[in-house]
C-alpha cells in the first residue's frame, strides 16, 4: 500500500526563505526543507507533497483538495494570511483533515499584529520559533495523528 500522503501548503513570500530576513528566517531555502522533510518523510512512512503559493486562493483549493485527497494531515505555513486571513480559518473549519500551524520563527515574540493567529484558531496543533526545524517536529507529530 502507498505511504499516507501530508500536504506541506506554505503561503506568501516564503518562495524566497534562503534570502529573506534570514535573521529571523534562517538561512534554508524551501528546497532545502522539503528535502529535509522527504527524509524524515521516509523514515516515518509518509509521502510528502509540498507546495508554496503567493495566492491565499491557492492555499484554500489545495485545502480542499487535502480532503478530496484522503490526506492524513495538512502542515500549513501560511506566512502572513495566518494573521488576515479569515477565508482560510473558514476552509480549515470546513474540511475535516487535520491542520497543524507551523511558523520558522516565533509570531508570538514579534509585533503585535503577528499575535492573532486566524489558522491556529481552528489548528489542531502548532509548532513555531524552532526554523526549518518547526517543518520536522510538526511532520513527526503528524505522523502520530
Ligand atoms: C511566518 C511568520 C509570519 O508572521 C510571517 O508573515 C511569515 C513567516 C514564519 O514562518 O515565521 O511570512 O509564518
Known amino acids: 500500500m502507498a505511504d499516507p500522503v501530508i500536504f506541506v501548503l506554505n503561503g506568501p513570500n516564503l518562495n524566497l526563505l534562503g534570502m529573506r530576513e ?3 528566517y534562517g538561512h534554508d531555502t ?6 529535509m522533510l522527504e527524509d524524515r518523510g521516509a523514515e516515518l512512512g509518509l509521502a510528502i ?9 491557492h492555499l ?4 480542499h483538495e487535502a480532503q478530496a485527497e484522503g490526506v492524513k494531515a495538512v502542515l500549513l505555513n501560511a506566512g502572513a494570511y495566518t494573521h488576515t486571513s479569515i477565508a482560510l480559518h473558514d476552509a480549515i473549519k470546513s474540511i475535516r483533515t487535520p491542520v497543524i500551524e507551523v511558523h ?5 515574540k514579534r509585533e503585535a499584529f503577528r499575535h492573532t493567529s486566524y489558522v491556529g484558531m481552528v ?6 520559533g524552532l526554523g526549518a526545524k518547526s517543518y520536522i517536529v510538526a511532520l513527526e507529530r503528524a505522523a502520530k495523528l
Open 104 to 108: 520558522l520563527s516565533d509570531p508570538m
Open 30 to 35: 524551501l528546497d532545502d526543507i522539503a528535502g
Open 22 to 24: 534570514p535573521e529571523i
Open 49 to 57: 507533497d509540498m507546495r508554496q503559493s503567493n495566492h491565499e486562493g
Open 123 to 128: 489548528a489542531v496543533d502548532c509548532v513555531s
Open 60 to 63: 484554500i483549493d489545495w485545502l
